[in-house]
């Protein structure tokens, strides 16, 4: 596990749209898997940026979503459809047939799950995945259980991922309690990864994932065992790692 811990916010965020940018330039048909959130909103508007000014070509470029929540209208601004259309995609040329999202409102969501594997499989894998990180320490929505899960999967969201995710809603009452989410073993097929995180509110999460044993308690401590992952973290988030540790 490489550690990088950047300045601030917006130098992770940099460094993160150099290395998709990178991935797109070494391989114009690259799979990239993408997260939502707030944390990589400005990876995506770096994105946008490389690809007005710096003429960054995403024409061949597929991308799959983590997760989405479980019966929401894609239309729904707290939709991860409605996100990354207003974030990321209607500002870049990635063809719409590219564009992977798992389907919340499908009428047979195990089904659903199942196309989502083949869809992946079909493209040859995620070439690069980006990732955030909860505080209680899920990947994707993979919460913390007593076994990790392997494919893509419905899920119940968890008291702390709910609280978390209620500044996006009107009211703590309107956050879906069920998502669908990539599994953990599809997260971590992918063939390189990058989790971001910054901010003293995930200075507990990054260190338990770093430094616990690999538990389903702490879904992202099986980042341990990937050959290639990046933790791109800022000075806060790295608050309690110990510096000579950090591997770079
Ligand atoms: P955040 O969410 O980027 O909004 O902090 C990350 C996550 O929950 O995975």
Redesign the pocket.
Known sequence: MKIVVADDYKELSILTAKTLASQIFLKPDSVLGL??????TLVYRELIRMHEQDKLDFAHVVTFNLDEYLGIDPKNENSYHYYMQHNFFNEVNIPKDNIYIPDGQAEDIDKECKDYEMSICKHRGIDIQI?????NG????NEPDVEFEAATHTVKLNEN?IK??AR?FKDQNEVPKFAISMGIKTIMNAKKILL??N?E??VDAIYHMINDGITSQVPASILQLHPDVTVLIDEAAAERLDKHKIIV
């Open positions: 997260a939502t959130g707030s944390t990589p990732l955030g990180i909860g505080q899920h990947i994707g929505f991922t978390a995710n996006f971001l995180a901010g509110t995930k």
